[in-house]
């Protein structure tokens, strides 16, 4: 990767073009594909996270799947205040964010979640909705 061109100047991948690529949300998919069940969801987009959540919004609600999402703030710039509404959305459906590892609380705001994330790194960030019956609470 070293020697190749036009690679991210912070996570070294490579831009791909998706010309003709047939794009739809995770709502739309689950909806057509007749799935009626959804226990989990990682999401690692380099700096897209916020237009999948979006686009997953109703399948979230509905099944409260446990989310894991790469959580890369220097990646999130791109889409300005984006990324800070649909946490804000996730935490309104009754998610809380948790270490992967640990099962320990992050902070419910974006600030303080941003800094547990070395600089120009990401973390796995686990959001699992909290009921009594979740295997993490």
Not at 34 to 61: R, T
Not at 89 to 100: I, Q
Request: hydrophobic content about 40%; aromatic content about 10%; glycine content about 6%.
């Amino acid at each position: 990767l070293g020697n190749e061109k036009d690679l991210h100047n912070q996570h070294l991948g490579k831009l791909k073009n998706t010309l003709g690529a047939k794009v739809f949300t995770l709502d739309e998919f689950v909806e057509d594909s007749g799935i009626n069940s959804i226990d989990f969801i990682k999401i690692d987009v380099d700096g897209n996270e916020a237009d999948v959540i979006s686009g997953a919004l109703k399948i979230i609600e509905k099944y409260h799947p446990i989310l894991l999402i790469e959580w890369a703030p220097e990646l999130f710039k791109n889409n300005g205040n984006l990324m800070e509404k649909i946490l804000y959305d996730l935490f309104d459906l009754g998610y809380t964010p948790r270490d992967m590892k640990t099962g320990r609380s992050y902070p419910k705001n974006i600030l303080d979640l941003n800094k547990l994330v070395p600089k120009k790194s990401s973390i796995n960030v686990l959001f699992n909705w909290l009921i009594k019956h979740s295997p993490i609470y």
